[in-house]
């Protein structure tokens, strides 16, 4: 119903920059909101920023609080985290996600990740 592609991973140096896009396909307006998680290796998946569709309304966990910044664009279906700072413990696997519900918990659909490496 609602396909989602990342994109914008890479390696970059401790301190460097990276800017991740998901592009959303289908059935876009039923979505509540869309959002990013991020799998390290050996790591369960957490939840890194969401933002609603509807508003503009974001939040962010308190690891990357400050350095990392969402954004939606809901004329192209797109949503945006821009990470700057970036540490070495932000390296992980980074999904798109999105809902249709005001429970974060049950995000719908997935992306296939896209793969962000920091190096000390």
């Known amino acids: 119903q609602v396909q989602l592609v990342e994109s914008g991973g890479g390696l970059v140096q401790a301190g460097g920059s990276l800017r991740l896009s998901c592009a959303a396909s289908?059935?876009?307006?039923?979505?509540?909101?869309m959002g990013w998680f991020r799998q390290a290796p050996g790591k369960e998946r957490e939840f890194v920023s969401d933002i609603t569709r509807s508003g503009g309304r974001t939040y962010y966990a308190d690891s990357v609080k400050g350095r990392f910044t969402i954004s939606v664009d809901n004329t192209k279906n797109t949503v945006s985290l821009q990470m700057n700072s970036l540490k070495p413990e932000d390296t992980a696997v980074y999904y798109c996600?999105?809902?249709?519900?005001?429970?974060?918990?049950?995000?719908?659909?997935w992306g296939q990740g896209t793969q962000v490496t920091v190096s000390s």
């Open positions: 289908g059935r876009t307006f039923s979505t509540y909101a």
């Open positions: 996600a999105a809902r249709s519900t005001v429970v974060r918990a049950h995000y719908d659909y």
